[in-house]
């Protein structure tokens, strides 16, 4: 659901409580045809602020179309947000407009667009799309976090891939490709999903999959796994710390019973040191198979 936008064409100036309450701040404004309560904007957390941003950006276009992470964001992809975050549009015309137009935080890209979708209101690409796109403009690690979260949506790869067949020739179609073949609809988190970019993309020499629940772990959903021994779990950002606790905990217990040892990683840690985070599981690897040469 999105907080109730105000079309700010839509009003007349003969109402006198929208005028005022935008002159004092009670509603402002996410673009520039569409307000919103203030106190209803900062009610939000911080993912729905910036989905509440991408819907409103469109909304305010006459004709411009959501792609890439804001089209994933309304989509309700996941995307992992960060302060940096612009809304991200293109034209239906393949062109990009004038400078004076764009605005601060907006980006427009310049591309070939399929007829739009509507979302809450605003024109976007579909999922299958928004998914190419984060993975052209955004790289692997993000591409692989919107497409995992794609395939849990109903997606499938066959999806994503006539869909980029559909865009010809275009820039880092490697990465694209690369995307695909690795999504999976098992990552359980989209900061599961950065661990798996990150190991996929240190090439390790051990195998990498996930550990669906039918297969040998009951009562647990999946599980990162490699080498056949090792556990990757990271810490949701969903649970209060003593939820947390206890579901990590028993989640330790029960993989541990099904003989993994469990290396447990936070969100924060994958964002902040991502080469440490790789160095850390190579050295845990490499010390126990080296020791067990040795016994």
Not at 110 to 131: H, Q
Not at 219 to 228: F, P
């Amino acid at each position: 659901m999105t907080a109730p936008l105000t079309n700010i064409d839509s009003i007349r100036t003969n109402h006198p409580t929208f005028w005022t309450d935008l002159k004092n701040g009670t509603f402002f404004k996410l673009a520039p045809r569409i307000a919103v309560r203030r106190d209803h904007y900062h009610s939000l957390d911080f993912p729905s602020q910036l989905r509440l941003r991408a819907i409103a950006a469109a909304r305010s276009a006459y004709t411009a179309v959501l792609i890439s992470k804001s089209a994933a964001r309304v989509h309700d992809l996941w995307v992992i947000p960060t302060a940096e975050e612009k809304i991200e549009l293109a034209l239906p015309t393949n062109t990009l407009p004038r400078k004076d137009r764009r605005g601060s935080e907006r980006i427009y890209r310049k591309a070939a667009l399929p007829d739009p979708v509507l979302v809450d209101g605003a024109r976007c690409v579909s999922k299958a799309r928004a998914v190419i796109d984060v993975a052209r403009y955004h790289g692997f690690n993000d591409g692989l976090i919107a497409a995992d979260s794609a395939l849990r949506a109903g997606v499938n790869k066959e999806d994503l891939t006539q869909e980029f067949a559909c865009m010809g020739r275009v820039r880092n179609s490697h990465t694209v490709r690369a995307v695909i073949h690795h999504a999976s609809e098992l990552s359980r988190s989209p900061y599961e999903s950065l661990a798996r970019a990150l190991i996929i993309q240190a090439d390790f020499p051990w195998p990498i999959f996930f550990e669906a629940q039918h297969k040998a772990l009951p009562g647990i959903v999946t599980a990162l796994c490699i080498n056949n021994a090792y556990a990757i779990d990271i810490a949701s950002t969903r649970r209060t710390s003593a939820q947390a606790m206890l579901y990590q905990r028993e989640r330790h217990r029960r993989l541990g019973e099904s003989g993994y040892t469990v290396l447990s990683f936070a969100p924060r840690q994958l964002m902040e040191h991502p080469e440490r985070f790789i160095s850390e599981i190579i050295a845990t690897i490499s010390a126990r198979q080296n020791a067990s040469r040795s016994a």
